[in-house]
Structures are given as C-alpha cells and as structure tokens.
C-alpha cells in the first residue's frame, strides 16, 4: 500500500476500536451502581466485622461524576479488547510472512481469554486483599479514603493480575524470538512457585492451605505449561538445525573437486 492507503486503514480501523470501546463504556455507564456495590463491598464488611470506619470518600462535588465516568471508560476497555487487540493485530499482519502471521495469531488467541481470565481472578482476590492491606491500621484509626484513590488500587490491581496471566505467553513468545530457551526458563521456577504462593496466601478466601493452592494453582500450571511449550520448542528448533547441517554437509559431499582424469603428460 502507498502511505496514504495505509494512514486511511489505521484511521478506520481506529474508528472501529474507538465505536466498539464506547459501546463497553455504555455498558459500564449502565452497570456502574453494581458494579461500585462490589467494589465498595469490602469496606461495608471491614465496618460491620471490625467495628472501624471504613468508607470511599467523595473529596468534591464533580468526584460522583468524573469517578462513574473512569469507571464507564475502564470498563468499556475491558470489554471491548478483543475487538481493538483484533484491529491491531490487523493492521500489523499483513508487513509479516505467512509463518509470523500464524505465530502472532496463535499468541492473540492465547493472550485475550488469558488476560480477562486474570482480570476475573484479580475481581475474585479484591475482597481479601484490601483486607488484608487494610489490617494494619493501628486501633482507633479509621479508613475513609478518597474515591479516585480507590479506584485507582482497583484497577492496577486487576490490570496487574491481568498482565500476570500474559506471563506464559510472553515466556513463550521470548523462546520462539530465540532470546531465552526453556531450560533457562526452567531454573527460575523455584522463584516463580515462592512468588505465587506468597501472593496466593495473602488474597486466599479463607484461613486454609487449600483455599491458597486453588488460587495459586491455575498461575503454577499455566507457567509450567509454558516452560513445556519452551522445551518442545528448543527441541524442534534443535532438531532442525541438526537437519541443516547433515544438508550442508551432504551437499559439500557431492560438490567435490573435479580430479585430474588424464594422467601425467608424456615427456
């Protein structure tokens, strides 16, 4: 395409993501009173279970309306990424070779359920871990805290576990790139288990260890998946290199050097 084609298909493709987020930010204009019920649900049960004030704050009379407007937009990001991932991936695969094209949708594919999977575990963990931070108010002290602040621990919250769930894929991705082969990977993984379980024990529902393994399960096994996809990668990587060599060297073979066929010249 000539720049100017190609600025146009950017421009509409922009049209597209920017229809498709402010059709999640109606949804979440919609949803916004339940969905601050939840959200604000961790603070009622530390006031009725501890007995300390603990409430959001609205620090100004515009705070109610620029805070459900964050709340719209966040949420209409979180709905509609598939659709603008989709319209990126788009617009950048047709520079890429046909077997680039298949690697970068096989890791769009794997990458947006993972991401909203972590999105939906870091909205289960929420509860425990403000809690858990909140604990730590010494007694007779209060936690009456500013609204845009809140919101603002809510979303890095869920955007961090979101992008904790992307790990494996950008372990794998790093592997196929050639930066990192598997069993580098591999001997980090006792760091991995002990991060996850710190994690998992601070945001478990309850006191039991079994509440801890269910939620470090799913980020152990999708780690350990990736360390296996890793290996079988350097394998197939190996294999063919090996294959390359026995070409070459098959082909140096038959290239021999022409022999002098007609003998010494008589004197």
Known sequence: MALKEHIKEFRNRLI?????????AIGGWILYDPVMEAIQRPMFE???EQGRVAEINFGSVGSPFDLKIQVSIFLGFLVSSPVWI???????????????RRYTLGFMLAAVPLFLLGIFFGWIV?????????????????????ATDYLTFVMRMLL????????????????????VSGRQVIKSWRIVVFVVCVVAAMAAPGPDAMSMFLLAGPLLALFFLAVGVCLLNDKRRARKKKEREEEVEASADKATPLTDLEGPAEA
């Open 46 to 48: 530390i006031s009725a």
């Open 16 to 24: 597209v993501s920017g229809i498709a987020i402010l059709l999640g």
């Open 160 to 179: 961090s576990l979101g992008i904790a769930f992307l790990l494996p894929v950008v372990l794998v991705g790093v592997n196929f790139a050639g930066l």
């Open 126 to 146: 929420l509860p425990e871990i403000v809690k858990v931070l909140t604990m730590f108010t010494p007694e007779g002290g209060s936690n009456i805290i500013l």
């Open 86 to 100: 989709y319209q990126l991936w788009a617009f950048i695969t047709p520079g890429l070779k046909q077997k680039e």
